[in-house]
């Protein structure tokens, strides 16, 4: 098992509503926010999304929401060489059990520096070079939903 593979097992546990995993490309900056772990993952990114996607999808306790940037809907294979591999890739990963979301890069980027300062965030970069690829999961609770949490609340 690769040291990343080994590392976020060993935290997916301790990970709950809130925190992030995020899968990025090889420009992805390091940050130095305490709140963010950084792994590195030498395997290729399809290997990669697919063994965090079996992490996260196998853990009872949590449940994700997927995250796509909205710039990947104008991008090509013209544009970026390898896009069409890429897409078909994440989309045969994810599958149609949580359709990805999309929303602007750097509204994705604020809402992960916001939590940062509170929660966990792993990112697990990869050696990926196309653009706007990183593939968010913001983590909810597995055994509890919005509809009875506001259930709940009416009855205080």
């Not at 890069?105 to 604020?110: D, L, S, T, Y």
């Amino acid at each position: 098992m690769s040291n990343w593979k080994q590392q976020l097992t060993e935290m997916m546990p301790l990970l709950g509503h809130r925190n992030w995993i995020v899968i990025t490309d090889s420009a992805y900056p390091l940050q130095t926010n305490p709140g963010i772990t950084t792994l590195y993952a030498p395997e290729d990114f399809d290997t990669v999304l697919s063994t965090v996607n079996n992490i996260v999808r196998n853990a009872h306790h949590v449940t994700p929401h997927v995250w796509l940037d909205a710039e990947q809907k104008a991008l090509d294979e013209a544009l970026c060489p390898g896009w069409n591999g890429y897409k078909e890739s994440v989309e045969g990963i994810l599958g149609g059990e949580n359709a990805p979301q999309y929303l602007g890069h750097e509204e994705i980027i604020g809402r992960l520096d916001e939590m940062s300062r509170l929660f966990k965030v792993v990112i697990v970069k990869t050696s990926l070079a196309i653009p706007y690829t990183s593939v968010f999961f913001e983590l909810d609770c597995g055994y509890w939903d919005a509809e009875r949490e506001r259930a709940m609340r009416s009855r205080l």
